[in-house]
T-cell receptor, first 114, second 115 residues
Framework: NAGVTQTPKFRVLKTGQSMTLLCAQDMNHEYMYWYRQDPGMGLRLIHYSVGEGTTAKGEVPDGYNVSRLKKQNFLLGLESAAPSQTSVYFC?????????????FGDGTRLSIL | AQKITQTQPGMFVQEKEAVTLDCTYDTSDPSYGLFWYKQPSSGEMIFLIYQGSYDQQNATEGRYSLNFQKARKSANLVISASQLGDSAMYFCAMRENTNAGKSTFGDGTTLTVKP
């Protein structure tokens, strides 16, 4: 019962470095999301996807790029990491049909930018 | 304007007592869904309960119930018979029919259950 799997779980980067966070789901969900959570705060939507090959901007998209080449995978990229991007990143997925479909979350990636 | 407002940054409750966590929302869409999630200190997000805008009855799931007051645009979570394991951060979230690809989350309420 894998559900939503995020890779890596922890990462420390230097300012200016790039990296990609991988999210994989095995539930055949159409929708996928990337959120960031800063200390003591709620989730803020970075980007989301309503299907393979489609992406859209959320509330805080600047400094991030995403791709969804396969239905089961959603990648989040940081081209030039900045200390302000230090955060915990959550990936989530859900079924398309029905407002009653909850999001299923990964365990998060703790990212520190020095 | 914030779409989901949770006005209680922190709450305390005695073990075995009931507690209500507040959530108000803002939408002009007549069709929407409201969710509550729990985030323990370990960090994972756990879905607790759902309420649809057209549901006639308040949702219940075990010790969790949702006090849905549509006219007041509130969807408060009620936890009965609190347990130490209920200590966590709780988030209210909304999904609107006009933009079903997105969910909006509140800032959360940290609940501490005292023994």
């Amino acid at each position: 019962n894998a559900g939503v799997t995020q890779t890596p779980k922890f990462r420390v980067l230097k300012t200016g470095q790039s990296m990609t966070l991988l999210c994989a789901q095995d539930m055949n969900h159409e929708y996928m999301y990337w959120y960031r959570q800063d200390p003591g705060m709620g989730l803020r939507l970075i980007h989301y996807s309503v299907g393979e090959g489609t992406t859209a901007k959320g509330e805080v998209p600047d400094g991030y790029n995403v791709s969804r080449l396969k239905k089961q995978n959603f990648l989040l990229g940081l081209e030039s990491a900045a200390p302000s991007q230090t955060s915990v990143y959550f990936c989530a997925s859900s079924y398309r049909l029905g407002l009653d479909q909850p999001q299923h979350f990964g365990d998060g990636t703790r990212l520190s930018i020095l | 304007a914030q779409k989901i407002t949770q006005t209680q940054p922190g709450m305390f409750v005695q073990e075995k007592e009931a507690v209500t966590l507040d959530c108000t929302y803002d939408t002009s869409d007549p069709s929407y869904g409201l969710f509550w999630y729990k985030q323990p200190s370990s960090g994972e997000m756990i879905f607790l309960i759902y309420q649809g805008s057209y549901d006639q009855q308040n949702a219940t799931e075990g010790r969790y119930s949702l006090n849905f007051q549509k006219a007041r645009k509130s969807a408060n979570l009620v936890i009965s018979a609190s347990q130490l394991g209920d200590s966590a951060m709780y988030f209210c979230a909304m999904r609107e029919n006009t933009n079903a690809g997105k969910s909006t989350f509140g800032d959360g309420t940290t609940l501490t259950v005292k023994p």
